[in-house]
């Protein structure tokens, strides 16, 4: 068990690290996590620096974002739970800060739609370019409670999705293991700012 969690945290790091690298966790923002197969979930310790992550850096919390090791977890546990709660096969949820989410949903109000891109094949479960999602855009909220009710709502009425924005903000997305979600993390932000490119484009 403790294996697993050891396992779990250098897949977070190592994930930080990427994400950082590639500026979509500036200045502490983001958070990570990774649920065990006992249903605890390793999760990066708030205010930690994303790209500078240590072991010390992730800790262990119940199904209910309740700390189980004394440190003190993400400011936004309760959306990360909430989406372990909802997809109960789901490894690891992934909460980027990049700059094409952030600024497409100052572009979109309610949702960003992705359609007939070969790259949508890297969110799992998509296997054609003839493919057409939407990604939520919720007004950010400093209430997380309040907006993880939100997103839970959006879910039971609209079903699946592959992540949120939150507007101004950032996004979530998760998937079956950090490397998916990381996956997800990178075919995300680079179809987000396609969509920038070409309605920003349109809007001059
Ligand atoms: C400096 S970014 C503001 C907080 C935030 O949005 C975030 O993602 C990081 O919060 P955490 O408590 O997980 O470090
Ligand atoms: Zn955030």
Redesign the pocket.
């Known amino acids: 068990m403790n294996d697993e969690f050891q396992r779990r945290a250098d897949e977070i790091i190592e994930a930080g690290r990427f994400i950082h690298g590639k500026g979509w966790?500036?200045?502490?923002?983001?958070?990570f996590s990774a649920r065990l197969a006992d249903g605890r979930i390793a999760?990066?310790?708030?205010?930690?620096h994303?790209g500078q992550l240590t072991p010390d850096d992730i800790m262990l919390i119940d199904a209910e974002g309740r700390s189980l090791d004394g440190k003190?977890?993400?400011?936004?546990?309760l959306l990360h739970t909430s989406l372990y709660r909802r997809y109960p096969a789901m490894g690891a949820v992934l909460?980027p800060?990049g700059p094409s989410a952030t600024l497409v949903s100052r572009l979109f109000r309610d949702e960003v739609v992705l359609e007939d891109y070969e790259l949508l094949k890297a969110l799992a479960g998509i296997a054609t370019h003839e493919s057409r999602i939407a990604i939520p855009i919720f007004p950010n909220d400093q209430n997380i409670p309040r907006l993880a009710l939100r997103v839970e709502e959006y879910l039971e009425l609209h079903g699946d999705i592959y992540g949120y924005i939150?507007a101004g903000?950032?996004f979530y997305t998760w998937g079956d293991s950090v490397a998916d979600a990381l996956r997800h993390v990178e075919a995300l932000e680079f179809l987000f700012d396609l969509e920038i490119r070409l309605h920003g484009v349109k809007t001059l």
């Open positions: 966790a500036p200045a502490t923002s983001g958070n999760i990066t310790v708030s205010g930690r994303k003190k977890p993400s400011a936004e546990t909460h800060h939150i903000h950032g």
